[in-house]
């Protein structure tokens, strides 16, 4: 491989991401932002375009496209590139699909194992696989499907769960194209795509490092991580099978870490294992009062030390793959302790009974939830919404609510405690600048101090958002209904003539609207 031609698509891949998000920056300032409202997980304060994926996606094609005209119809067909890009941008797809409009977690996760079962079909799978420290070969069999599928399933949602800063997941996918660039040129596969993407990478962190004017969306994330599962396995095919799949690895450290914090959480507190929170590392370090420069320079810094890891790895053909491990391994237990983190990570007995003393209380929450979320179908005004919210708070222990709307603020005290005695959980409506919900409590956690209040596992947090939850899609399901704006004031007009039907109930005086007819006495 020429360094000509690597010089090229790095370039070619450079000039069209930066000249494809400019354009979608434009439309979306000159047009409106089309796609889906901001979600409570969510680290921006102000709509910013999730499209980022479309100039990867772009950019992935242009450099393709180039190639297969300078070099020939052997560059689609060699090494299976062809079909790599094909499942690359199905998978794609599914995530633009998501970025404008909700397509809910199951089905995304069965289009993806659609997509990576059709992969395996064509030819793209692990068959075998060497125990890095016996170098013991395993013939993988019939398992070699569904492990082809795994892997690729969960490449693809690794870099989506860690798209949750400005310039986080770009980097990271930056430094790992790298390591398959490196590692593409050594085993001759895919390396002039790679270097596309390494400039088409370069190009999107152009705009996307803190402050971020663009967001790469499941659609670019869904693309990268896809890409490189592909990759790795395309690369393990030409001999190198520990490094090839191993050494990514290293450098997918961070999103690995922080997955299975996220399950090993969710599951215990009876969330769903896919459901959106902010209790991922990097919304750790900002709610310790790191800036999000500080905090993704950081994590790039940890992310780049793993890369050499991978490097290496690599270099030595997974021969002293125990020596980086257990390097690795010290590493992470140092920060972890560092940070506090290991407070929760291994305090097992701790965590695991909070979390289980918490789940009833989850699942109640979830439970009333669901029901406010309905009743923004049916509520007459926002009133009587917010009168729902108190209802509900009252319930999980809350001793206050107070919601701000577009013409007012209303505060409903529930319990006689000073403020000072009080904690506050203050969650945004989506797609409102103004609107908010504020829910007071008094559960140990509110007055703990803050780095003890990170990384506590209490409830408070998780059945607040739980409360916001359910409020922000009943405001939603309101508003689509009535056509009225987010105000406690917003009535419908009555149309001349209505005829209301008055059901014969108690008035609140204790009065009958009808007289009631006699009782006769017993004969």
Not at 71 to 84: A, E, S, V
Not at 157 to 166: E, M, R, V
Request: with cysteine; proline share 5%; net charge positive.
């Amino acid at each position: 491989m020429e360094w000509i031609d690597l010089l090229i698509a790095g370039v070619v891949g450079l000039a069209t991401s930066i000249s494809l998000i400019t354009i979608i920056l434009y439309a979306t300032r000159r047009f409106g932002m089309p796609g889906r409202e901001i979600e409570s997980h969510h680290t921006h304060k102000v709509p910013i375009p999730r499209f980022g994926g479309v100039a990867l996606a772009g950019s992935l094609a242009v450099v393709f496209l180039l190639f297969t005209f300078l070099l020939g119809k052997d560059f689609w067909i060699q090494n299976q590139r062809g079909m790599i890009i094909v499942f690359t941008f199905a998978m794609f797809f599914v995530g633009l699909y998501d970025d404008l409009f909700v397509l809910g977690a199951r089905r995304k996760l069965f289009g993806q194992l659609v997509i990576a079962s059709l992969t395996y079909l064509y030819g793209i799978g692990i068959h075998q696989f060497k125990i890095p420290i016996t170098y013991q070969v395993i013939d993988l069999g019939l398992w070699s499907g569904p492990i082809t599928v795994i892997w690729l399933v969960a490449m693809t949602n690794l870099i989506n769960l860690i798209d949750g800063i400005d310039g986080l997941a770009g980097g990271i996918c930056l430094m790992l194209m790298s390591l398959f660039l490196y590692v593409s040129m050594q085993s001759g596969v895919v390396p002039i795509v790679s270097a596309g993407m390494v400039g088409a990478l370069l190009g999107f962190l152009r705009f996307n490092f803190p402050p971020a004017k663009i967001y790469m969306g499941d659609g670019g994330a869904y693309m990268l991580g896809f890409f490189i599962g592909c990759t790795t396995i395309v690369t393990s095919q030409k001999g190198t099978i520990v490094a090839a799949l191993v050494a990514p690895l290293f450098v997918l450290a961070l999103p690995i870490i922080d997955t299975s914090l996220a399950i090993i959480r969710r599951g215990l507190k009876g969330l769903p294992l896919f459901r959106p929170d902010k209790r991922h590392i990097h919304h750790r370090l900002l709610a310790a009062g790191h800036s999000r420069r500080t905090v993704v320079l950081g994590l790039y810094l940890f992310t780049a030390f793993f890369l050499l890891l991978g490097f290496a790895t690599f270099f030595w053909h997974g021969q002293y793959f125990p020596l980086f491990l257990g390097i690795a391994t010290l590493t992470v237990v140092m920060l972890a302790g560092k940070f506090s983190f290991s407070r929760e990570w291994f305090s097992v007995g701790r965590v695991l009974g909070n979390s289980l003393e918490a789940r009833a209380d989850i699942q109640y929450a979830m439970s009333l939830s669901r029901w406010l979320a309905l009743e923004g179908a049916r509520a007459p005004n926002l009133e009587k919404l917010g009168e729902d919210v108190v209802f509900i708070a009252r319930k999980l222990g809350f001793v206050s609510v107070r919601i701000r709307l577009e013409d007012d603020e209303k505060t409903w005290i529930l319990a006689d405690l000073s403020p000072q005695d009080c904690g506050y959980h203050r969650l945004k409506l989506p797609q409102h600048k103004y609107c908010f919900l504020e829910l007071g409590t008094t559960r140990e956690m509110d007055l703990w101090p803050i780095e003890a209040r990170i990384t506590s596992n209490s409830a408070p947090d998780i059945l607040a958002d739980l409360v916001a939850e359910g409020w922000g899609k009943a405001m939603k399901d309101w508003k689509a209904r009535t056509k009225l704006p987010a105000r406690f004031d917003a009535r419908r007009p009555i149309a001349s003539g209505a005829v209301h039907n008055i059901p014969k109930l108690l008035v609140p005086s204790g009065e009958f609207l009808t007289k009631p007819e006699p009782i006769e006495p017993d004969k």
